[in-house]
């Protein structure tokens, strides 16, 4: 089993940048891969970012492309989702998972789920 954790969402203005941390506990973090997925009322479930178990592979949604970034630390059991010119269509629950294998962009293929953190963005 493995526990996720996000934290760092909050509400902030267009434009501003984010950073959101997931603490991952249980078992080995180094071996799984990592992913940020984004759910907004009223809408499905939308990938965002995924990181390979030692960071060689990143993948990003194409709504973020550019203006975020995943990064990792498995000495601190931590993936970080940096978000930088926020805009209003990002506001959104934002959630961690994790799974074995590749990245992807497949919720389904995600094994471990935290809660989520709110993310909103005024215009």
């Known amino acids: 089993q493995m526990q996720l954790e996000e934290s760092g969402g909050r509400m902030v203005q267009a434009g501003a940048s984010l950073r959101l941390s997931c603490a991952a506990s249980?078992?080995?973090?180094?071996?799984?891969?990592m992913g940020w997925f984004r759910q907004a009322q009223g809408k499905q479930r939308e990938f965002v970012a995924a990181?390979?178990?030692?960071?060689?592979?990143?993948i990003y949604g194409d709504s973020v492309q550019g203006r975020f970034a995943i990064s990792r630390d498995n000495v601190k059991n931590t993936v970080y989702l940096q978000m930088n010119n926020l805009k209003p269509e990002d506001t959104a629950v934002y959630s961690c998972?994790?799974?074995?294998?590749?990245?992807?962009?497949?919720?389904?293929?995600?094994?471990?789920w935290g809660q989520g953190t709110q993310v909103t963005v005024s215009s």
């Open positions: 249980g078992r080995d973090f180094s071996t799984y891969t």
């Open positions: 990181i390979s178990p030692r960071s060689g592979t990143r």
């Open positions: 998972a994790a799974k074995g294998g590749n990245p992807g962009r497949n919720s389904g293929d995600y094994w471990y």
